[in-house]
Every structure is written in C-alpha cells, then in structure tokens.
C-alpha cells in the first residue's frame, strides 16, 4: 500500500488507502455491519501487522424478529466476536446503547470519543452516516447516529475541554486520528485491495449465520459470497480492475 491521497489517477479513479499508520479502531452501530462493509481491508491489515480494534454502539438485539432482545443480544454478540477473529481482530467492545433507537448527541460521542482515547488510533473506521445508501436506498438511524457521531467524536477525542471527566477517568486527550474512513458510501475516494483478504471476510460474514438465516433463504455460504464479492468487483471497476474495498477519507 501507498502513503500517496493526492494524485497520479486517473479521473473517477479511487487512490490507494494511506498506508503510514499502526493502530485503528472502527466503530459501527451493530454486529455484522463491518462484515459488510469492509472485512476484507481488515483483513488485509492485519496480515501487515497493523492493530485494529472494534467498537460496537450495540449488541444488536433488535436485528432478528424471531428473537427477544434477551436472547438475540448475547447470541449476536458471539458471533460477532467470531467474525472479528475471523479476520485477525481480537479485540471486540460494546458500548451499550439500545439496538434500534441509538440517538446522536452529546452521549454518545463521549462513549466514542473514550474508546478513541482508550485505543489511540491514527486512522478511524465508521460505517455510512448519510440519509441513504445513495439514490433512494434509506439507511437506518443506528448507522446515521454512530457515523455522524464518530466523526465528530475523531476531534472531540483531542480536545482535552470537551469530555473534561474523561481525563479524570485516566483517559488523557488523543489527537492522533490523521483519518476517518467511511465504507459504504456513495461517494467514495479511496480504496484497498480485497482480494487478498476476501476468504476471510466471507468467513466473518459468515460468522453471522443466526442473522443471514433469520434475513434470507439463500443459502448462507452462497448469500455471504455472492455479497462480498460483488461489492469488491463494483469498487474494483473504479480501482484498476482489482477486487478492492471502497472508503470515503476525510482527513484530520
């Protein structure tokens, strides 16, 4: 991977992903939605010996309709943790907050802006934060709150006057996020390869099996791959032909 987020591609290309980093931490609202969105960067990461940590806003105890929250929040938590192993990250923390009706404000950027003070990552991972998923796709609340907040909270990390009882807690200020990547967006400007990282990613998502059974009747192995690797060809097209996982970069 290459440093270089400015030139030398052609218009409409994505340039490669900034590679000058060790630590990341991707914070999303529910299990399974890195599984979506970007494993096989993760992946790829790894490989290379970069530390990356998970953040989830929720245990995702809303996700399945033939489930109570009681029974479907542990059990979702577990396979997330599968799927995170699954592609080299081990560690994995929830933060608590209610599947389904996650709120923006103040609260919640402090519960990321502590994880982002806990981990100290250069580069930070969210998933989509806009109304929709591009066109007339809607994306869920969840995922706008922790997105929007997430970026917001990449700054109030480092501001040592904002979350002032953070500092009493032992978490000092961290003004280290060089980046906030955003997958699943519909405008993106960077990408990574997939490929090296792709059985892996599809393993991850599969690790979700209780969700995809309860979500589709394809069969899951089939479903999960299919999924994964089309939306790697769709980036590639814009990235040299090659499988790639797409990011929205915003600089810091």
Known sequence: MTSDTTGGCEPGA????????RRALAVVAHPDDLEYGCSAAIAHWTDGGREIAYVLATR???????????????????????GAAAVGVSTVEFLAH???????????????????????????????HRDT????AWNTPDHVAVGRAT???????????IFPE???????????VRWVAVAGTDTP??????????????????????????LTDQDPQTYARD??????????RRFGGRPAVAFELFSR
Not at 99 to 124: C, F, K, N, Q, S
């Open 14 to 21: 994505l340039r490669p992903m900034p590679g000058d980093w």
């Open 60 to 82: 995702g105890e809303a996700g399945i309709d033939t489930l109570p929250p009681e029974r479907c929040g542990p059990l979702r938590e577990r396979e997330q943790r599968a």
């Open 151 to 161: 970026l917001d909270a990449a700054a109030d990390a480092g501001n040592r006057w």
């Open 133 to 136: 998923w591009g066109g007339t």
């Open 227 to 236: 999924f994964l690797t089309a939306a790697a060809e769709q980036a590639g």
């Open 98 to 128: 209610r599947d389904g009706v996650v709120e923006y404000g103040t609260a919640l950027r402090r519960d990321i802006a502590a994880a982002v003070r806990r981990h100290r990552p250069e580069l930070v991972i969210t998933l989509n």
């Open 189 to 214: 400007t960077h990408a990574v390869e997939a490929a090296p990282g792709l059985e892996r990613a599809v393993r991850s998502l599969l690790a979700h099996r209780t969700y995809i059974e309860a």
């Open 166 to 176: 953070l500092a009493e807690q032992g978490l000092q200020p961290w003004d280290g």
